[in-house]
């Protein structure tokens, strides 16, 4: 069974920076043809932020792109979410998931963490 647990999420002001990690147990991302990372508030869907395939090739919403970057660390079974720059607007539940075909549209992904919270302040 697939358990992918979030970390690292936290309060900051606008300007800083968080590293989310995903622990992911029960498969390697060798199993994997995508691991995503999502977010979502109270007031809005679930929404795309960023994945990598199983071939390293890395996707980003617009609105992240350039201050957010996703990697893997194969050997720790680990992903990560670098968030630079962070704005009020990316305040949210973010959540890690995985997927065996490649996509990026949330339905598709059939495991999920429980989430981590991140709150920028203006």
């Known amino acids: 069974q697939v358990h992918l647990v979030e970390s690292g999420g936290g309060l900051v002001q606008a300007g800083d920076s968080l590293r989310l990690s995903c622990a992911v147990s029960g498969l390697t991302f060798d199993d994997l043809a995508m691991l995503a990372w999502f977010r979502q508030t109270p007031k809005k869907a679930r929404e795309f932020v960023a994945a990598v395939s199983r071939t390293t090739s890395t996707f980003y919403s617009d609105s992240v792109k350039g201050r957010f970057t996703i990697a893997t660390d194969n050997a720790k079974n680990t992903a990560y979410l670098q968030m630079n720059n962070l704005k009020p607007e990316d305040t949210a539940v973010y959540f890690c998931?995985?997927?065996?075909?490649?996509?990026?549209?949330?339905?598709?992904?059939?495991?999920w963490g429980r989430g981590t919270q991140v709150t920028v302040s203006s």
């Open positions: 998931a995985a997927s065996h075909i490649f996509t990026l549209q949330s339905p598709q992904y059939s495991a």
